[in-house]
């Protein structure tokens, strides 16, 4: 608990160190989240069903896609699975 608490202290550290990038880094989610939004705006009907999952879709394939991507570079680079991720994302099999 208390190496949670002092990795968390750190990288809120390290956020405000670097606020400029991060703010570069929010505005590219943002912009991902739009263009996931608009591309599934166009698979789903426009009613309030379609609506309600092209929007549940966007919110939940964000944090999917951001968690893949350090894992794929885990394993690019170690060539073996990068267990943090696949406990995170239940991937372990």
Do not use: D, N, R
């Not at 160190?17 to 426009?46: N, P, R």
């Amino acid at each position: 608990m208390l190496k949670q608490l002092i990795y968390l202290i750190l990288i809120s550290a390290i956020v405000v160190f670097f606020i400029a990038e991060y703010q570069i880094l929010l505005h590219h989610v943002a912009s991902l989240h739009s263009l996931l939004f608009k591309k599934l705006s166009l698979i789903f009907a426009g009613g309030k069903i379609g609506t309600l999952i092209h929007q549940t879709l966007a919110l939940f394939l964000i944090p999917v896609v951001l968690g893949f991507i350090p894992g794929i570079i885990y394993w690019l680079i170690k060539e073996s699975k990068c267990l943090t991720f696949s406990v995170l994302f239940g991937l372990c099999g």
